[in-house]
């Protein structure tokens, strides 16, 4: 019974063994590379190239064109189960055209993809292998191959403070895999997209893509896997940003407000709060981009500037502001990220108001009960927005324990009553000594 449970054992171990064996087989087609298919002249492979064009969550869309220009690279052929690109097979390669994709300023023709603080503008572009038939394919059947770049991408700046933007690095290689139908015309079979091996080429913004010839999803609309959803994976990316307020030379055109307001019975006008502050620029600029500093001054209740300083991006700071006072950036990116915090003070109830957006992205004027934000009722991240004099904090302070009318500390109030009590208690001795003097007089 034992050596019949042990073959059985062993046979089942050998089955599970093959089948192993056969799925490991069976994975890398399960992998294949991504590519478009055509079955005919009149429905070949297609193919889409993506913009997206970034800037922080609340801007303005600027406006701009991008351009995506084709070079040959050459005739491939298969040699060895790999794809070889054979040398000097670039004369008489077919031109493709140039593609273009314009943004117009507002856009309201692209889809809208909003995460992390971050807006994005997706719009896509198709490559026109419906019009590459017989007389362009003019080596006829074979496997033709382009590298694809954008070439120009022109953003139109408007003349703000620290306004900017980034081109897309990105390069493709493409293989259009060219055959006959059976009506003997030349058509696009497979068409495929790789990354480039150049690792300082690739998008930096596709989520898959990595160095060593990776294939990508061209497919218009977006195929399996897709990164971004909806939208071929043939991915060039453009950032943009810029500040608010009007600068240095315009200090009364501010980026962002922090105003004290003291109150209640018995408030300090010349008491000195503490704010303690940080802002940090949006993360669509590039870590390549030069380090962002912003300028502010103190403004006191006359409306007097002084105490001119600048603040790095990130930086934490602290200011000190009294009653009427306020803390004026003047040039501060649209769609940096605020935190603003007051150091607590047990004669004061602290509260306060914004007037930019927050986590739900909406403005909020509500008076909030607490020392500063982000906090627990109150959840960043606290975004910039674009308007000149409209992005403030208003701080109020709100005296607790304040003077009484006789000019008598509400705190002393327990030091005086005990003070009652011990001079009542003396004067009720004397009486008493006096009282037993008397009597003893008397007798």
């Known amino acids: 019974m034992t050596m019949i449970r042990k073959s059985k054992f062993k046979l089942v171990a050998s089955i599970a063994l093959v089948a192993l064996m056969s ?4 994975l890398p087609a399960l992998a294949a590379p991504l590519y478009t298919t055509g079955t005919s002249s009149t429905s070949p492979a297609r193919a889409a190239i993506t913009k997206v064009f970034r800037m922080p969550i609340i ?3 600027p406006s701009g064109q991008f351009t995506f220009s084709f070079s040959p690279v050459g005739m491939a052929a298969i040699e060895d189960g790999q794809l070889e690109v054979q040398p000097n097979t670039t004369t008489g390669m077919p031109s493709i055209d140039p593609l273009s994709l314009t943004y117009t300023k507002n856009d309201a023709g692209a889809s809208v993809v909003v995460a992390n603080g971050v807006k994005s503008l997706v719009k896509e572009v198709e490559i026109p292998t419906n019009t590459m038939i017989n007389t ?3 080596k006829g059947a074979g496997i033709y191959v382009y590298s694809l770049v954008e070439s120009v991408g022109t953003i139109d700046l408007e003349g703000y403070e620290n306004e900017g933007s980034s081109k897309s690095n990105a390069e493709y290689t493409l293989e259009f895999w060219v055959e006959e139908d059976t009506g003997g015309t030349l058509y696009v079979r497979y068409f495929v997209a790789r990354v480039s091996n150049d690792t300082a080429k690739i998008d930096e913004y596709y989520k898959e893509g990595n160095n060593g010839g990776k294939k990508v999803d061209a497919t218009p609309g977006g195929g399996s896997g897709a990164p971004l959803a909806g939208f071929s994976q043939l991915i060039f990316t453009n950032s943009y940003w810029r500040s608010d307020g009007g600068g240095d030379p315009k200090p009364e055109e501010t980026a962002l407000e922090i105003i004290k307001t003291v109150n209640g019975m018995g408030m300090e006008t010349d008491k000195d709060f503490v704010f303690t502050i940080k802002a940090t620029r949006p993360s669509v600029i590039p870590a390549s981009e030069p380090a962002s500093s912003y300028i502010t001054y103190i403004v006191d209740a006359d409306g007097n500037r002084d105490n001119k300083r600048e603040v790095g991006s990130g930086e934490v700071f602290s200011v000190n502001l009294k009653h009427n006072e306020k803390l004026i950036f003047v040039d501060l990116h ?7 915090s007051e150091e607590g003070d047990d004669e004061y109830k602290i509260s306060y108001k914004r007037t930019f957006a927050g986590p739900d992205l909406q403005n909020n004027q509500v008076d909030h009960e607490d020392y500063g934000f982000p906090n627990s009722s109150d959840l960043g991240k606290h975004y910039l927005e674009e308007s000149k004099n409209f992005n403030k904090v208003d701080f109020f302070n709100t005296r607790t324990d304040g003077v009484t009318p006789t000019g008598i ?5 327990p030091y005086i009553v005990l003070i009652g009590i011990a001079i009542a208690g003396i004067v009720a ?6 009282r037993k003097r008397a009597e003893e007089d008397v007798i």
């Open 23 to 26: 799925f490991s087989m069976i």
């Open 59 to 61: 801007s303005t869309t």
């Open 136 to 138: 362009y394919w003019t």
């Open 334 to 340: 649209v769609g940096a990220v605020v935190e603003v």
């Open 409 to 413: 500390e509400v705190d002393d109030i």
């Open 429 to 434: 001795f004397v009486v008493v000594k006096s």
